[in-house]
């Protein structure tokens, strides 16, 4: 089997900054990937053991398969479609490896336990053959959960997995606001999403981009930088792509519960 057929949330005063307005078989397969204008073809094996998602491949993978933000070609739709198929949210594959692709692949590799590096190298080729999805805690209705343990975001409907979204939550640092002093924590427990806006929010620590509040001044919010580690004063972080997802298809309402544990 080929690569190809394998890889197939603060008040104003609350939050982190934003750093700008967003835009709105078991044989052998040789690949073409295209870098920085230069074709190459790499040979590439992937393990098929598995323990979500069925696959076939049985032989592993090669240590020279490794695509990265700024890859683009065949290969890297196929690994788009892989991450698109086990839930984890990078919008319409198109053989671009862009910033979305990169942070479904650091939401992929918090699940499997790996390094963060967001780029897929024989082991987080390995986790996406196995299909290694986060597990849900939730059993009914719709439910946002935080885990902050990995810092993965998951969109549940009735225990089924929807979405799975790299978050940086409460980055556990001692900051200042208005001359008073804070630990930059994200509250734990289950809320309700009270309060929405539908454009940017600005306050004293930085910038929103349509947040979902759930806790006072805690949001589940866009932003621009979203790394796979805690560096926030407490709200929840998404990609500025992915809030837009959100907002789009309604996936996060008024009302919604959301668990952070």
């Known amino acids: 089997m080929t690569l190809a057929s394998v890889l197939c949330v603060v008040a104003m005063s609350a939050c982190g900054a934003m750093s700008g307005m967003p835009p709105t078989s078991s044989q052998s397969a040789a690949t073409s990937t295209t870098r920085g204008g230069t074709s190459t073809t790499t040979t590439t094996l992937v393990t098929s053991t598995t323990t979500t998602v069925p696959t076939s491949a049985t032989t592993p993978p090669s240590p020279s398969s490794i695509f990265s933000l700024g890859d683009s070609g065949p290969a890297v739709l196929a690994l788009q479609k892989r991450l698109t198929s086990l839930g984890y949210w990078l919008g319409t594959p198109d053989g671009v490896f862009g910033d979305s692709t990169q942070q479904a692949v650091y939401?992929?590799?918090?699940?499997?336990?790996?390094?963060?590096?967001?780029?897929?190298?024989?082991i987080t080729e390995t986790a996406l053959a196995k299909g290694v999805v986060p597990h849900p805690r939730s059993s009914s209705g719709r439910v946002v959960e935080v885990k902050l343990a990995i810092d993965l975001i998951m969109i549940v409907d009735n225990g089924k997995l929807i979405a799975v979204l790299n978050t940086s939550t409460g980055g556990g640092y001692t900051y200042f606001d208005d001359g008073v002093a804070a630990i930059a924590e994200t509250p734990v427990g289950v809320f309700h999403v009270y309060r929405e806006v539908d454009g940017l929010v600005v306050g004293s620590l930085g910038e929103l981009w349509r947040p979902k509040y759930f806790d006072t001044g805690f949001a589940i919010h866009g932003d621009s930088y979203v790394p796979p580690y805690p560096v926030s004063h407490g709200c929840v972080r998404v990609s500025n792509e992915a809030i837009n997802w959100i907002w789009a298809n309604n996936l996060m309402p008024l009302g919604t519960e959301v668990w952070v544990y």
């Open 107 to 122: 939401a992929l590799q918090k699940a499997a336990g790996i390094t963060r590096d967001g780029a897929v190298g024989p």
